[in-house]
């Protein structure tokens, strides 16, 4: 059984860092891709970021991209989102989803993934 657990949302004000994490289990072999997405109140669900454990290769959405940074611990099952430069409108949570896939997804939708953490909130105060 796939597992996702997210942690190191919290409260930042502008213009600071969190690094957020995404452990996963239930997989046997590194065929898949790991996706962060956020949620704001009110609006949908969007892709952030995305990385493949296979090959490293990473996929950022234009509003992120630059401030950013998605990365691997394979040796720890886990994945990274390392946001700097944090702006009141990255407040959301932050969901981080997984499917198998040899390359990484160039988010278009929530379809994209099969399964889903629990979520964390990530609050950015002006």
């Known amino acids: 059984e796939v597992q996702l657990v997210e942690s190191g949302g919290g409260w930042v004000q502008a213009g600071g860092s969190l690094r957020l994490s995404c452990a996963a289990s239930?997989?046997?072999?590194?065929?898949?891709?790991i996706g962060w997405f956020r949620q704001a109140p009110g609006k949908e669900r969007e892709g952030v970021s995305c990385?493949?454990?296979?090959?490293?290769?990473?996929y950022y959405a234009d509003s992120v991209k630059g401030r950013f940074t998605i990365s691997s611990d394979n040796a720890k099952n886990t994945e990274y989102l390392q946001m700097n430069s944090l702006k009141p409108e990255d407040t959301a949570v932050y969901y981080c989803?997984?499917?198998?896939?040899?390359?990484?997804?160039?988010?278009?939708?929530?379809?994209?993934?099969?399964?889903w953490g629990q979520g964390t909130q990530v609050t950015v105060s002006s």
């Open positions: 990385i493949s454990r296979l090959d490293g290769s990473t």
């Open positions: 989803a997984a499917v198998f896939s040899y390359t990484v997804i160039k988010i278009k939708s929530t379809r994209d993934f099969d399964w």
């Open positions: 239930g997989f046997t072999f590194d065929d898949y891709a």
